[in-house]
């Protein structure tokens, strides 16, 4: 069965620092596609970066970098100079079903907190 | 501005009671999804919606129902059926199923508490 684990519960990081969050997968899919959210305290979950399976180069998108290793079936997020705005909880999640549906299985989340 | 909405923010119902959340969305999306949140753990599909007038259950669909009667609209009604229903519901909706990345979107949030 798919499965998203985020083995840390929660990190801390020192401002302007860079930070990587850990996501290991597990699926027999050829196909997938892997996400990464931010929720903040508010609640709503913000989309942050995508990574589709056959993609050779791991996704960027600003300050945000998915370092996509598919051997060993990880997608870590890595966040660079990080900001105070940056804490909040994040959720890594992998898009089943290869293509057929949408559904979205979600880990359990990483909550970070960045330090002045 | 494009977005999706969800109302109230806040929710409080007594035990026994059916309660209905709305979710709208303007962003011209085909599909629209429902998750649950409980705390300290990872979101959790109920119901989704490819198209309107068509949904499918999600992982934890008892005691939930939806209709997707317009494009912009999917309301969830948690039924008395639910056992455990006060958590962070969450709506969310993409382009399409095979329209490239089809990422979805979540609005702010309904946090449901039933007393």
């Known amino acids: 069965a798919q499965k998203i684990t985020q083995t840390q519960p929660g990190m801390f990081v020192q401002e302007k620092e860079a930070v990587t969050l850990d996501c290991t997968y597990d699926?027999?899919?050829?196909?997938?596609?892997l996400f990464w959210y931010k929720q903040p305290s508010s609640g709503e979950m913000i989309f942050l970066i995508y990574?589709?399976?056959?993609?050779?180069q791991n996704a960027t998108e600003g300050r945000y970098s998915l370092n996509f290793q598919k051997a060993r079936k990880s997608a870590n997020l890595v966040i660079s100079a990080s900001q105070l705005g940056d804490s909040a909880m994040y959720f890594c999640?992998?898009?089943?079903?290869?293509?057929?549906?949408?559904?979205?299985?979600f880990g359990t989340g990483t909550l970070l907190a960045v330090q002045p | 501005d494009g977005g999706i909405t969800q109302s109230p923010k806040y929710l409080f119902r007594k035990e026994g009671q059916n309660v209905t959340l709305s979710c709208e969305q303007n962003l011209n999306h085909d599909a629209m999804y429902w998750y649950r949140q409980d705390p300290g753990q990872g979101l959790r599909l109920i119901y989704y919606s490819q198209i309107v007038n068509d949904f499918q259950k999600g992982d934890i669909a008892e005691g939930y129902s939806v209709s997707r009667e317009k494009k912009e609209s999917f309301p969830l009604t948690v039924t008395s059926a639910q056992k455990n229903p006060t958590a962070f519901y969450l709506c969310?909706?993409?382009?399409?199923?095979?329209?490239?990345?089809?990422?979805?979107?979540f609005g702010p949030g309904t946090r449901l508490t039933v007393l």
């Open positions: 999640a992998m898009r089943e079903g290869g293509g057929a549906t949408n559904k979205l299985i």
């Open positions: 969310a909706s993409s382009i399409g199923v095979g329209m490239g990345t089809d990422t979805q979107y």
């Open positions: 990574q589709g399976s056959y993609d050779e």
């Open positions: 699926t027999s899919d050829q196909s997938y596609g």
